[in-house]
């Protein structure tokens, strides 16, 4: 993939090189999941108080950009172009929104985006996990042990169980919100990835894994509990917990080790942090992701079971498998088309993809290597509404075996992208 910026943004990435040079701004960096910087991303600005005003910019070498606001106040979004396949990781809503006023003159930093990209490192291609946890956030009333009796949240339940989507259909989670006496069910779960925090030491001691955060995002359930009548019907939802190396965080008196959890269920999957309906963060905002410390329970990651034997339907033919539909697996109203991790993962075999529609839609199903070229392409065609399946035989569309390494299947449904990487082993 190549990005060759115009001269126009060349000479905009020459004034805009420093938040310094900038007295009214908006500041920020792009990076790989890995942490390297991320070059050629445009970040584009608008104003959302009915102020005519939009601009935009092209991070530099180093991830940075940096966008002019107008010197007095107003509320703005920043949203990234991704027209590569890029997936955005953070922020969670896929999205900023902030306003600026004297009250720090006019300068907003820090709006850092992390996204996966083709052109990102392949050698920390985080890898599977599973998680079983339950647990709860109890109130702190007067800032001891005495008043934390009351239950906020309590939660619990199990995803990719074996690391397998298949069981429960990825599994299932459990979260009741005592205070507003409702019950979210999420079901049809999907695991994004596993990896490290970058303030805590990496990997887990209970049990011993290489990994201490996960990522999950499905579709469920919310209504009403304890006479609350509410019903929101289908709703959608994004989830980050981390296993910090304690066996339980009930018996853990170093809060840096104690597991955290973030949640937010949501009823419009084009705007997550907008149609927010439940929310585990601290500050409340579900722009950004901040996990909550929680009080009681265990969060337990695991990577025991994760290779070729024991995922469910995994094949080892190198023959190339036609698309399949799924039966019985027509997806209900209101769920939102979606590209599954292949499988297994990492390995030396075939892999299986699955994916789903919400409705007819022309796909593009393509395979890419790190570099951005094309290698295969696995559908090209008009299907219907419904889940489905193939395989990718790890060779090329000239019939020759791909050399190891990291590759990226990507999804194209109109203007929607989905992109899932596959480790090729020796």
């Given amino acids: 993939m190549r990005r060759i910026p115009t001269l126009l943004s060349c000479l905009a990435l020459l004034t805009l090189t420093a938040g310094a040079a900038l007295a009214c701004h908006v500041g920020g960096n792009v990076y790989c999941p890995t942490g390297e910087p991320l070059a050629g991303i445009r970040i584009d600005l608008v104003a959302t108080d009915g102020t005519v005003y939009e601009r935009y910019a092209v991070t530099n070498e180093l991830g940075r950009y940096d966008i002019a606001l107008l010197c007095e106040p107003h509320c703005y979004r920043l949203t990234a172009v991704t027209p590569d396949g890029e997936t955005i990781v953070s922020p969670a809503s896929g999205s900023y929104e902030f306003c600026a006023d004297a009250a720090n003159n006019y300068i907003v930093e820090g709006r850092d985006w992390q996204l996966t990209s083709p052109i990102c490192p392949t050698d920390q291609t985080p890898g599977l996990c599973w998680l079983t946890a339950g647990g709860a956030k109890f109130s702190a009333v007067t800032g001891t042990d005495v008043g934390d009796y009351t239950k906020l949240y309590n939660w619990g339940g199990n995803v990719y169980p074996s690391c397998s989507p298949f069981p429960g259909d990825g599994g299932s989670w459990n979260n009741i919100d005592n205070l507003n006496r409702l019950h979210f069910h999420g079901t049809d779960i999907e695991v994004i990835r596993c990896g490290n925090v970058e303030d805590h030491e990496a990997g887990s001691e209970s049990p011993v894994t290489p990994f201490n955060f996960i990522e999950f995002q499905g579709t469920g359930t919310l209504k009403g509990i304890k006479g609350n009548k509410v019903d929101f019907g289908t709703v959608y939802f994004w ?188």
């Fill in 239 to 426: 989830a980050h917990v981390q296993d910090r190396n304690e066996p339980g965080s009930s018996g853990q008196k170093d809060g840096a080790g104690k597991d955290r959890y973030f949640l937010n269920v949501f009823t419009n999957p084009a705007d997550p942090a907008g149609s927010s309906v439940m929310l585990i963060d601290v500050d409340h905002d579900p722009a950004t992701m901040d996990p909550v410390t929680i009080t009681d329970g265990n969060m337990q990651l695991h990577d025991t079971s994760c290779d070729e034997s024991v995922v469910a339907g995994s094949s080892t033919s190198s023959a190339m498998a036609p698309i399949t539909r799924d039966e019985g697996a027509a997806p209900a109203a209101g769920r939102v088309a979606w590209l599954g991790t292949p499988y297994p993962n990492p390995g030396s075999g075939a892999r299986t993809v699955r994916f789903g529609l919400a409705t007819s839609a022309a796909v593009t199903l393509r395979v890419f290597d790190a570099a951005g070229r094309l290698v295969d392409q696995l559908e090209n065609g008009v299907l219907p509404a419904g889940d489905y399946s193939t395989t990718w035989d790890l060779r090329d569309a000239d019939g020759d075996a791909v050399a190891a390494g990291v590759y990226f299947v990507r999804m194209t449904l109109g203007t929607q992208v989905f992109t899932r990487s596959i480790t090729v082993t020796p």
